[in-house]
Nanobody, 127 residues
Framework: QVHVVQSGGGLVQPGGSLKLSCAAS????????VGWYRQAPGKGRELVAE?????????????KYADSVKGRFTISKDSAKTTMYLQMNSLKFEDTGHYHC???????????????WGQGTLVTVSS
């Protein structure tokens, strides 16, 4: 059984910063993928940032950002690689939305995986 719990978010003024966390727990052999997605009011879900990893090798992670957040947001993992973060700086009005993390967990050396979503958190950028 794997659980994913998000934390962080809230209300911030334009130009401010917030940090979101996404903690995976349970039967985890590795984390293959973590993505942060957001959905602004009246819009569809969009990918904000993601890390693609190969838990079975030492290959470097592949990191991708949406053009709208490049240079402002940073996605990262802790040393245990079970908690993932989205550091959001220089926030803009258009960053407002519900943010969800999506995680693919490697369950064992047999290659079996589990994919799940965090419960979501609201980020509101307002003056």
């Amino acid at each position: 059984q794997v659980h994913v719990v998000q934390s962080g978010g809230g209300l911030v003024q334009p130009g401010g910063s917030l940090k979101l966390s996404c903690a995976a727990s349970g039967r985890i052999f590795g984390i293959n993928y973590v993505g942060w997605y957001r959905q602004a009011p009246g819009k569809g879900r969009e990918l904000v940032a993601e890390i693609i990893s190969d838990s079975t090798t030492n290959y470097a992670d592949s990191v991708k950002y949406a053009d709208s957040v490049k240079g402002r947001f940073t996605i990262s993992k802790d040393s245990a690689k079970t908690t993932m973060y989205l550091q959001m700086n220089s926030l803009k009005f258009e960053d407002t939305g519900h943010y969800h993390c999506n995680v693919e967990v490697l369950l064992g050396s047999d290659g079996s995986t589990w994919n799940g979503w965090g419960q979501g958190t609201l980020v509101t950028v307002s003056s």
